[in-house]
């Protein structure tokens, strides 16, 4: 379930407007032509072994028989139908779980299967497997009803391609690879069935009206839809297309869709969706152009922006499986380590190379349950050659320009990570110059994260839910007012300065606001320094009349002492703490738990580890038309 609940902050994509460079990286390098010649045939594309002999060959004993597991426990599933009730809940409800349950379970049993019978070769799977491909074949759509607007249900006439369509048609032509001719002595109506489907539901609305998509926009910055949709057709057309003419045809297309993706980066390679959603971004990315040079040889690796988008993943790690969790992104991540190992020694980066081998260590996975299931295939053949003696050291710092964010770290445990940006990024909280502080390793001062998703997530309601709030995140909420979503709300005049002193992003953040909230200019400086390991933050401001009230918020998961006026001590794991400095005489300290009842809310409950998240509110007890506001931060 927790996976399930990851996952499902991927399905929706929530534009912003954003820069498009139209740099066409593979377009530019590779014309249709290119492509065309150098790809190799369908039956000579072998990525994976088809074979029992060559699995073993291939893979550690222990993995085999894991897989072998695996698909005996699928034997025993059940491929239930997907009744109308069921796809209506998303519209009656706004629960999308019920539905996802049994779609995302079809999907990973059937590839456990297809699996296990490839590496054992014994025809004992096949007869499971056919009745999960003609299940899935049956349904009536391969997506998930959020991603058809109101209706619910899906209009046959016309396919609609979503990320989950082109995850099925991906899972099924893994089907035809592994099991084809086994299929094929059942009934040969069954790999026909599995082309006409893919056909009818990916390959012709791409080709008819691909361009209609907003993921495939020309114009606007476009999100993790793309690349992922991007592999899976590749993948599918690669692996089932019999016309060579069409198969060409297909990848040229798909690398031309992909340029859409890296059209919208910016120099910097930032992912403003923040990490976890990078793995179905720019790890989707990583999946398109290993598929690429595996069928054609051809390859832009070296590019300097696919390296900058990759590094951009490690320069949001912050220790164990935290990472720096802007807007939707989650706050933990088991990253996949034998994804990031390859992706490091295609582009000769030893820094993700070996957060890649770390991350393996530290976090194992050898199973194929989950999306991008040609990454997880390939991670399987990855594992014999994992370097395990790479020594991992995250960075000490790091700015990323485009998205404006900022990390930072002491060598003494103190983590700062801190953003300007704007309030129109994918996946968008409204948290210009928010800010989060670990103490070795631990989340002290937190983004919360975002709660579970609904019909009302990615609704006009989205900012009725209290995690897309600023008033819920570590800003002050000005004459009653908080931040406002659109893309002219954004921070000014930002600046940063890191060296081996200190770390400082200094930024306005008053554009952030709406004009109600009287707001001349609030510059807002936060500096880590790394001399004493303390955090400073100040706040100077100019209002257009005198202040009715403010407040400073600061939300954490950590245990909160504020019987102490003017410091207020934070206690998290391992007995860590965190002094929080405020002037007593110029504020009055509170706190409360937020809320963890309801549809949106209920992952609150688990998502820290089980510790709520708590808001403490300062509130000003002296109103000015100017003033500067300083608070200090430092390890206990």
């Known amino acids: 379930m927790k996976q399930c609940c990851l996952i499902l902050g991927l ?75 069921l796809s209506l809940d998303f519209v009656r409800s706004g629960d999308r779980e019920r539905h996802s349950n049994i779609s995302f379970a079809k999907r990973n049993t059937l590839t456990e299967l297809i699996l296990a019978e490839s590496m054992e070769d014994k025809g004992r799977f096949t007869e499971a497997i056919l009745n999960g491909i003609w299940s899935i074949c049956e349904e009536s759509f391969w997506g998930v009803p959020a991603h058809i607007g109101k209706t ?9 391609v979503d990320l989950f369509t082109a995850e099925t048609a991906s899972v099924l032509a893994l089907a035809d690879y592994f099991t084809g001719p086994k299929l094929d002595k059942i009934n040969p109506l069954i790999r026909k069935r599995i082309y006409f489907e893919t056909n009818r539901r990916l390959f012709e609305p791409m080709l008819t009206k691909g361009n209609q998509y907003k993921w495939m926009s020309k114009t606007m910055a476009v999100n993790n839809w793309n690349p992922w949709i991007m592999s899976n057709w590749m993948l599918s057309n690669l692996l089932l ?9 297909m990848l040229y297309a798909s690398i031309s869709g992909l340029d859409l993706y890296l059209n919208g980066l910016g120099e910097d390679g930032g992912c403003d969706e923040g990490p976890s959603y990078w793995f179905a971004a720019g790890g989707s990315v990583y999946d398109c152009l290993e598929l690429l040079q595996q069928a054609t040889q051809l390859q832009v690796y070296d590019h300097p922006l696919i390296q900058k988008m990759a590094a951009y993943v490690y320069k949001a790690h912050i220790d164990g499986y935290y990472f720096t969790n802007f807007a939707d992104a989650d706050p933990v991540l088991k990253p996949d380590g034998l994804m990031l190992y390859r992706f490091g020694i295609a582009i000769a980066d030893k820094q993700l190379e070996s957060l890649g081998a770390w991350s393996f260590q530290q976090f194992p996975s050898t199973g194929v349950t989950g999306f991008q299931r040609m990454r997880r295939v390939q991670n399987l053949l990855t ?13 000490k710092d790091a700015w990323v320009s485009d998205i404006q964010v900022m990390t930072a770290r002491t060598s003494k445990g103190l983590y700062l990570a801190t953003h300007g940006g704007h309030n129109a990024e994918s996946h968008n909280h409204n ?73 400082v992003l200094t930024m306005n953040i008053a554009a952030a606001y709406p004009k109600e909230a009287g707001i001349k200019q609030w510059e807002r400086k936060i500096k880590l320094d790394r001399v004493n390991n303390q955090i400073a933050l100040t706040d100077s401001y100019a209002l257009a009349v005198k202040a009715s009230s403010i407040q400073q918020v600061f939300m954490t998961v950590a245990n909160v002492n504020l019987s102490n006026p003017g410091s207020i001590i934070l206690t998290g794991d391992e ?34 580890g089980g510790k709520l998240v708590t808001r403490i509110l300062l509130t000003a007890k002296t109103l000015k038309t100017t003033g500067i506001h300083s608070f200090k931060i430092s390890m206990k």
């Open 11 to 85: 399905l929706i994509a929530y534009y912003g407007i954003a820069q498009v460079t139209q740099r066409n990286i593979l377009t530019n390098k590779f014309s249709a032509e290119q492509v065309k010649a150098a790809l190799v045939s369908k039956d000579a594309f072998k990525p994976y072994p088809q074979t029992a002999e060559a699995w073993r060959k291939a893979l550690p004993d222990s993995v085999f028989k894991q897989s072998i597991v695996a698909g005996e426990a699928g034997l025993k599933f059940k491929f239930e139908p997907i009744s109308a009730t």
């Open 152 to 160: 619910g249900l899906p209009d046959v006439e016309n396919p609609e």
């Open 241 to 249: 297309e019999k016309q060579a003419p069409r198969r060409a045809a």
């Open 383 to 395: 594992i014999p050659l994992i370097n395990k003696t790479l020594n991992y050291q995250p960075v």
């Open 431 to 503: 948290d210009v110059g928010d800010f989060i502080v670990y103490a070795n390793g631990q989340p002290m001062i937190v983004d919360a994260g975002r709660g579970n998703y609904t019909a009302r997530t990615f609704s006009s309601k989205r900012y009725e839910l209290w995690f897309t709030q600023s008033e819920y995140h570590n800003l002050p909420i000005i004459n009653g007012f908080g931040q406002i979503a659109g893309r002219e709300f954004e921070a000014t005049q930002v600046v940063s300065n890191i060296n081996e002193q200190q770390a």
């Open 575 to 608: 007995n860590t703490q965190l002094q929080l400095d405020y002037d007593a005489k110029l504020w009055t300290a509170s706190s409360e738990l937020t809320s963890t009842e309801g549809m949106e809310y209920k992952s609150f409950k688990t998502k820290w």
